[in-house]
């Protein structure tokens, strides 16, 4: 089954910890990127990668982190220094040819207590 | 700074009633739009893109760069295209890609 996998789908943290949100695609796609949802901001792009090894900040990286060692993951880690971790993150990717025709997971939904 | 503006956060109209939901952008550079939708309980996707100029669903988009606008319209609404519809703007030969707040059409019996 082809796709993009977000795991998990809701994670509760206590405050000072780092936690590490997984995207995993199959759909050989290049590009990847990790989009936060707030209600009423619409998506914020946090991080994208275009190429493995190589990634680039979005609007709003600060407390973020990813990595990109193999094509198929992408792999988000949500830092203590982010100062409202408490969203939506949703994962996407997009192939060469066709760049801005994203393909979604379902989500991870991140609680901090 | 690039940006994506959509006025309404909440579009209601009543069912076979023309829509429109609007879409501004500011970027100086050739721009690419789209619109994505999120129906309820599924993944967001992409409706449209103004290069492939088609008709999904019955909607429609038409770029306008002398009014930085990308509106998505459909002549008559039905009850299941109520959703959430994000415009999302590409610029040049970059990958990335911004979006707008969204707006939530909810049409009406």
């Known amino acids: 089954d082809g796709g993009i996998t977000q795991s998990p789908k809701y994670l509760f943290r206590k405050e000072g910890q780092n936690v590490t949100l997984s995207c995993e695609q199959n759909?050989?796609?290049?590009?990847m990127y990790w989009y936060r949802q707030d209600p009423g901001q619409g998506l914020r792009l946090i991080y994208y990668s275009q190429i493995v090894n190589d990634f680039q900040k979005g609007d709003i990286a600060e407390g973020y982190s990813v990595s990109r060692e193999k094509k198929e993951s992408f792999p988000l880690t949500v830092t203590s220094a982010q100062k409202n971790p408490t969203a939506f993150y949703l994962c996407a990717s997009s192939p060469v040819a066709a760049r801005g025709e994203l393909f979604f997971g379902e989500g991870s939904r991140l609680t901090v207590l | 700074a690039q940006r994506v503006t959509q006025p309404e956060k909440l579009l209601s109209v009543f069912k076979g009633a023309p829509v429109e939901l609007k879409c501004n952008y500011s970027y100086s550079g050739s721009p690419e739009l789209f619109w994505y939708v999120q129906y309820s309980r599924q993944r967001l996707q992409l409706l449209l893109r103004h290069i492939s100029r088609e008709s999904i669903k019955g909607f429609t988009a038409d770029l306008n760069k002398g009014e930085t606008s990308f509106h998505l319209k459909k002549p008559f609404a039905q009850e299941e295209d109520s959703a959430m519809y994000y415009c999302a703007l590409r610029m040049d030969s970059s990958y990335k890609l911004i979006f707008g707040s969204g707006t939530r059409l909810l049409v009406r019996p």
């Open positions: 759909l050989n796609h290049d590009a």
